[in-house]
Structures are given as structure tokens and as C-alpha cells.
């Protein structure tokens, strides 16, 4: 049983509890794609809808309400088991989620990933190699993970540019490509063709064209 699927039932019963997308992610901390996300790979998994979703309300499936006992108990067996570990009482384990800056992430948490991390108790030290899944919630720490080696992203191409150029990141599946989405520039009234909006919105066709037809 993967860590991953414990993580998508924990969303599932926290928003079964809350009613609410948005209240289950302030209280496991996690933003709300996050949650969407989670709860749809685990309807995938499982082959049945559990949530019904609707304007007003979020109500379970007979589906969601026949396994939401099954997963309350799944996840109390995993916590009763961690602790009954002996490893538990000897050293660190299991997953840890960090809250913090972006900026404090990019330059400074997902950098020094690859190395041991030391914690200092008054055991003395415990030196920890963390390994396993990276989750980030923004494109500017996954490009900083990815610059220190640690993932691959589908991004556009836009968003390397120079990287690209300065080979310091190759494409991944050359050969193969997503399906292109437009890009729009959204004013309040239709602009003159002479306007200020006019010409802004012709600079920016001009600058991205380079990445268009890459």
C-alpha cells in the first residue's frame, strides 16, 4: 500500500467530516487543487464516485458513504502502526509537511534536499536523508526543483527560455507535445485599433511568438 493512496484517503475523509473542499484544505493545510486532485485520483483508483458536488453542498455517494468507515479505520491502523514501530522511538520517519515562504522553499529547502539534514537533540545528533515524493504548489519551486535535479515538469516553453538556451535543462519527449492552449489578453472595453491596448496586446504576439512556434 503506497503512501500515496493513504494521503488521497486522508482527503477524502477530511472532507467527508467537513462538507466543504475548502474547509478540509485549512485543516489539513494543503491548498484546494490539492484536495480536488487527491479525491479524483482516488475515485479513479477506486472506479466510483464518492462525492457528489453541487453549488450549494457536498454530499456523499452511497459509494463514499460505504467507504468512509473502511478508510477511518484504514488510517487509524496506519497511525496505530507507526507507533507501535520500533523505529519510531529511535528515529525519524514517515512524511513531513513544511509550510513556508516561496522564497524561502526555492532558496533554501529544495536546494539542500539532496543532502542530509541534521537535527540536533539532546540525544546528540540525528542525521536524516530525506528521499520520496516532492510536492511544491508553484511553478517557481518546481522550476528551482528541477534546477537542482530533483523532478521533470511540463511546463511551457516560455517559462525556460533561457535555461533552454543556456542548455542548462533539455526537453524531455521532443517528439510528442500537449495540446496548445491560446493566450488571451482580456480588456474591459474593445480597444481602438490605434489604442495604447492595441499595441500592447501586438508587443506581447511579438515576444511570444518565438515560443508559439517552438
Given at each position: 500500500?503506497?503512501?500515496?493512496?493513504?494521503?488521497?484517503?486522508?482527503?477524502?475523509?477530511?472532507?467527508?467530516?467537513?462538507?466543504?473542499?475548502?474547509?478540509?484544505?485549512?485543516?489539513?493545510?494543503?491548498?484546494?487543487?490539492?484536495?480536488?486532485?487527491?479525491?479524483?485520483?482516488?475515485?479513479?483508483?477506486?472506479?466510483?464516485?464518492?462525492?457528489?458536488?453541487?453549488?450549494?453542498?457536498?454530499?456523499?455517494?452511497?459509494?463514499?458513504?460505504?467507504?468512509?468507515?473502511?478508510?477511518?479505520?484504514?488510517?487509524?491502523?496506519?497511525?496505530?502502526?507507526?507507533?507501535?514501530?520500533?523505529?519510531?522511538?529511535?528515529?525519524?520517519?514517515?512524511?513531513?509537511?513544511?509550510?513556508?515562504?516561496?522564497?524561502?522553499?526555492?532558496?533554501?529547502?529544495?536546494?539542500?534536499?539532496?543532502?542530509?539534514?541534521?537535527?540536533?537533540?539532546?540525544?546528540?545528533?540525528?542525521?536524516?536523508?530525506?528521499?520520496?515524493?516532492?510536492?511544491?504548489?508553484?511553478?517557481?519551486?518546481?522550476?528551482?526543483?528541477?534546477?537542482?535535479?530533483?523532478?521533470?515538469?511540463?511546463?511551457?516553453?516560455?517559462?525556460?527560455?533561457?535555461?533552454?538556451?543556456?542548455?542548462?535543462?533539455?526537453?524531455?519527449?521532443?517528439?510528442?507535445?500537449?495540446?496548445?492552449?491560446?493566450?488571451?489578453?482580456?480588456?474591459?472595453?474593445?480597444?481602438?485599433?490605434?489604442?495604447?491596448?492595441?499595441?500592447?496586446?501586438?508587443?506581447?504576439?511579438?515576444?511570444?511568438?518565438?515560443f508559439n512556434a517552438a
Open positions: 500500500m503506497s503512501s500515496g493512496f493513504l494521503e488521497q484517503v486522508r482527503c477524502f475523509v477530511a472532507v467527508a467530516h467537513a462538507g466543504s473542499m475548502t474547509v478540509a484544505a485549512a485543516q489539513l493545510r494543503l491548498a484546494q487543487p490539492t484536495i480536488t486532485r487527491q479525491l479524483a485520483a482516488l475515485e479513479a483508483r477506486l472506479g466510483a464516485p464518492l462525492v457528489r458536488r453541487s453549488a450549494r453542498a457536498l454530499t456523499l455517494t452511497e459509494q463514499g458513504e460505504k467507504f468512509l468507515p473502511r478508510a477511518e479505520r484504514l488510517l487509524q491502523a496506519g497511525q496505530e502502526a507507526v507507533l507501535e514501530s520500533p523505529s519510531s522511538v529511535s528515529g525519524f520517519q514517515g512524511g513531513l509537511r513544511v509550510s513556508c515562504s516561496h522564497a524561502f522553499a526555492r532558496h533554501v529547502l529544495i536546494p539542500v534536499r539532496q543532502r542530509p539534514w541534521v537535527f540536533k537533540g539532546e540525544a546528540g545528533n540525528v542525521s536524516v536523508r530525506v528521499d520520496g515524493r516532492l510536492s511544491v504548489s508553484t511553478t517557481d519551486a518546481l522550476r528551482t526543483a528541477v534546477m537542482a535535479d530533483l523532478s521533470v515538469a511540463i511546463t511551457p516553453a516560455w517559462f525556460w527560455g533561457d535555461e533552454l538556451a543556456q542548455g542548462q535543462v533539455v526537453r524531455l519527449l521532443d517528439h510528442w507535445h500537449l495540446s496548445r492552449k491560446p493566450l488571451h489578453a482580456v480588456t474591459a472595453e474593445r480597444p481602438q485599433r490605434d489604442s495604447k491596448e492595441s499595441a500592447f496586446a501586438d508587443f506581447v504576439q511579438a515576444a511570444f511568438a518565438p
